[in-house]
C-alpha cells in the first residue's frame, strides 16, 4: 500500500532553505576568517622573539573563498619558522633566560617573554579548537536568524 501526502508551502519552504543555506555559508566563511585572526592573535603569544621579532612580524591570515568553501591558512613566512616550531629541544622564554642566565647578566641582553615555546602554532590550534568552533557556529547562527 502506498499513500501520497502533499506539504502545503513547500515551494516556500525550499526557497527558505536555499536562503537560508546561502546565508550560512556566508557566516561559515566569515566565521572562519575570525577564527582565523582568533588563532594567529593566540599563536603570536607562544612565538619565540628573540630581539627583534621578525618571526612573530611573519604571521600571517589568508581566506581563499571559492563559489561553495572558504579557505583559511595560518602561518608563518619567515624562513626559519618550520625549524623553531618543530624543534622540541630548544630553549625558548624563560627556559632560555634560565639556560642562559650568564650570558645574559655578562652582555646585557634582554630577557624572553614567558609562554615562548616550539609548537607555537600547533599547541595554540589544539588548546582552543572548541573556542573556533564556536567563533564559526556563531556567524553561522547570526546569519540564520537574520534570514
Known amino acids: 500500500m502506498s499513500m501520497t501526502c502533499k506539504v502545503l508551502g513547500q515551494s516556500a519552504t525550499m526557497k ?28 603570536k603569544k607562544q612565538v619565540p622573539v628573540d630581539i627583534v621579532g621578525n618571526l612573530k612580524a611573519s604571521g600571517f591570515v589568508r581566506a581563499e573563498d571559492s563559489a561553495e568553501k572558504t579557505k583559511v591558512t595560518v602561518g608563518y613566512t619567515a624562513a626559519y619558522a618550520i ?34 615555546k616550539a609548537k607555537f602554532l600547533e599547541d595554540p590550534y589544539k588548546e582552543n579548537i572548541k573556542t573556533m568552533q564556536y567563533i ?12
Open 83 to 116: 625549524y623553531v616550531h618543530e624543534n622540541l629541544d630548544a630553549a625558548h622564554g624563560v627556559h632560555f633566560n634560565e639556560k642562559h642566565k650568564d650570558e645574559i647578566n655578562a652582555e646585557a641582553e634582554h630577557l624572553r617573554g614567558f609562554g615562548q
Open 136 to 147: 564559526v557556529a556563531k556567524e553561522m547562527m547570526r546569519d540564520i536568524k537574520s534570514s
Open 16 to 43: 527558505q532553505i536555499t536562503r537560508t543555506g546561502k546565508q550560512s555559508g556566508r557566516g561559515i566563511s566569515r566565521g572562519l576568517k575570525l577564527a582565523g585572526a582568533f588563532l594567529l592573535r593566540e599563536s
